[in-house]
T-cell receptor, first 115, second 113 residues
């Protein structure tokens, strides 16, 4: 998928635990995104970044934090996991936010269960 | 009401059937329209895009946009079992030079032999 990788692929957390999901891309894309996908809910944007050192909130940012210290990496953090955060998390990247190169390339997903 | 509405299905059809997948939207600023295909336990992949009203064809797939009705469709001709997947529509305005798409919920398609 155009070089977008996610770590880990699966994780089970207990309520209150913290973790960080790592997204890495090797295509030098400017934009990166974190989505969650729940049954019947489609893809919902959590946070995104328009370049190294920048982040912005998406549709469902509460309970998550992100960082983009390096252009190729976008980290998603859960400080105190809750069962409502059980979901499949997808990272994506795109060349930029302009119309000429809109395609998003998605990673394989991380399946997170919070008990 | 969500900005993009898409029936989640599932839609079950026999092999060889013509499939019609649809999305409606409420934001008249949307100018770019995309269809992503997502196989089970995989990330979505871009299938087709368009940014004008009318039809765009790519092999067995045709994307149709009707901006006056705020309605987009994806048609699949001669459907195959390998087309079984979830199809997500996505659309975006061009606002301030950036592009953040809004996705539909996805329609699950099952093509049975």
């Amino acid at each position: 998928n155009a070089g977008v990788t996610q770590t880990p692929k699966f994780r089970v957390l207990k309520t209150g635990q913290s973790m960080t999901l790592l997204c890495a891309q090797d295509t030098n894309h400017e934009y990166m995104y974190w989505y969650r996908q729940d049954p019947g809910m489609g893809l919902r944007l959590i946070h995104y970044s328009v370049g190294e050192g920048t982040t912005a909130k998406g549709e469902v940012p509460d309970g998550y934090n992100v960082s983009r210290l390096k252009k190729q990496n976008f980290l998603l953090g859960l400080e105190s996991a809750a069962p409502s955060q059980t979901s499949v998390y997808f990272c994506a990247s795109s060349q930029d936010g302009l119309a000429d190169d809109y395609e998003q390339y998605f990673g394989p997903g991380t399946r997170l269960t919070v008990t | 009401q969500k900005e993009v509405e898409q029936d989640p299905g599932p839609l079950s059809v026999p092999e060889g059937a013509i499939v019609s997948l649809n999305c409606t939207y409420s934001n008249s600023a949307f100018q770019y329209f995309m269809w992503y295909r997502q196989y089970s336990r995989k990330g979505p992949e871009l299938l087709m895009y368009t940014y004008s009203s009318g039809n765009k064809e790519d092999g067995r797939f045709t994307a149709q946009v009707d901006k006056s009705s705020k309605y987009i469709s994806l048609f699949i001709r001669d459907s195959q079992p390998s087309d079984s997947a979830t199809y997500l529509c996505a659309m975006s305005p061009l606002s301030g030079g950036s592009y953040i798409p809004t996705f539909g919920r996805g329609t699950s398609l099952i093509v049975h032999p």
